[in-house]
């Protein structure tokens, strides 16, 4: 029998294109490009073992998930922002005052904003200057949940492993904030999809370099999702205000959140051990399902030049998370240098499926 895993992405990634955000007070280059999704496709169609599903996920009404887990007045915000927005126009044809990305400028000081103005109300909608709002902001962000929820759905009917190119990423993403190029957050949707469809417990394994702080602060006082993390420590690495090892969840969620942060310049040994201490954890809690928000920018190459993670280290991280042998869910978060992304992906998976 040939090994094949399940692919899900859509082209209205393409439509979301993000110049430039602002960085140290500077405008930068944006990270989150689509040369990042053409990267991957390549990588994956010569892998020889992508099913690249034709799913047309605009069939697939998500918004229903999506207002399980977001706040309706963000997700009123962030539709009516990007209808406002003029857009994909060159530099020239945009008059002063019209507006092709918004940031914000503004934080919300208050509890509420009583202006009308996008660039007022965006202060209490977003915490960084990372994530801009652009004209097809809102329909991409709810494309790529859209494809985060056809995965759990091929999951739920029996397949063992789902890839899910999700782009915009999803888990900075809060209740009520974008943040760290995410919007909606499809890692949670996802859960919330799996467990509105019967599933007792699904843990979210978060690889990226990055801490989930949307995925933690969404389910912090819930039992039925675990949110087990490895990531740079906060102390010194983006979304700073969350990560640390003291945060383990309230209430019904106290312990099932685990964090383990990690120095800057880790390498494979020390992440490999810190990786088995965190699926122990999985594997105590006993999910039903398992969601893998599977960043690459833990890798040497990357522009973060955070961790030195190589291409070849991604296959023991498949081989290591295929021993827990739960029905996993791989949605793509970070991974930032096109150069490596694609194979990394592929070797992840290759060792996901024990290839
Ligand atoms: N120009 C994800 O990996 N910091 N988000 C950017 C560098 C924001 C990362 C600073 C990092 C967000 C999904
Ligand atoms: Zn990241």
Redesign the pocket.
């Known amino acids: 029998m040939r090994i094949e895993v399940p692919v899900i992405c859509s082209q209205e990634t393409f439509q979301h294109n993000p110049q430039y955000?602002i960085?140290k007070g500077e405008r930068?280059p944006h990270?989150d490009s689509v040369e990042r999704v053409l990267a991957i496709k390549r990588a994956l169609k010569e892998s020889g073992f992508a099913n690249f599903k034709n799913i047309d996920v605009s069939s697939i009404d998500g918004m229903p998930w999506i207002r399980q887990v977001h706040d309706s007045a963000y997700l009123r915000f962030l539709q009516r922002a990007s209808r406002r927005i003029r857009g994909l126009v060159p530099d020239e044809e945009v008059s002063p005052g019209e507006m092709r990305a918004l940031y914000p400028q503004v934080f919300g000081y208050s509890s509420s904003c009583r202006s009308e103005e996008s660039e007022a109300e965006i202060g209490l909608f977003a915490f960084?200057l990372?994530t801009p709002v652009m004209r097809h902001t809102f329909a991409v962000a709810v494309d790529s949940a859209r494809c985060a929820l056809a995965g759990a759905e091929i999951l739920r009917r029996g397949e063992p492993y789902v890839y899910v190119l999700t782009r915009p990423?999803g888990?900075?993403a809060e209740k009520d904030k974008m943040g760290?190029?995410?919007y909606l957050n499809n890692d949670v949707i996802a859960a919330q999809y799996l467990i509105g469809n019967g599933a007792k417990r699904v843990a979210i394994l978060d690889v990226?370099?990055?801490h989930g702080n949307g995925v933690q602060n969404l389910t912090y006082e819930r039992g039925d999702i675990a949110y087990i993390s490895l990531h740079g420590d906060p102390r010194f690495t983006?979304p700073y205000f969350s990560g640390y090892e003291d945060e383990t969840g309230e209430n019904a969620g106290q312990g099932t959140k685990h964090n383990f942060p990690l120095p800057k310049g880790t390498e494979e040994e020390l992440y490999h051990e810190t990786l088995k201490k965190a699926l122990r954890k999985i594997a105590f809690y006993d999910p039903d399902y398992l969601i893998v928000a599977a960043?690459f920018?833990t890798h040497k190459d990357d522009?973060?030049q955070t961790f030195k993670l190589s291409t070849s280290y991604y296959w023991r991280l498949g081989k290591e998370i295929k021993r827990l042998k739960r029905r996993t869910l791989v949605l793509q978060?970070?991974g930032y240098n096109p150069e490596v992304l694609g194979e990394s992906v592929v070797v992840f998976l290759r060792g996901l499926l024990g290839i």
Do not use: I, N, S
Request: charged share 25%; glycine share 14%.
């Open positions: 955000e960085h930068v990270l960084d990372y990423p888990h900075h760290g190029y995410c990226d370099l990055h983006f960043g920018d522009p973060f978060e970070g």
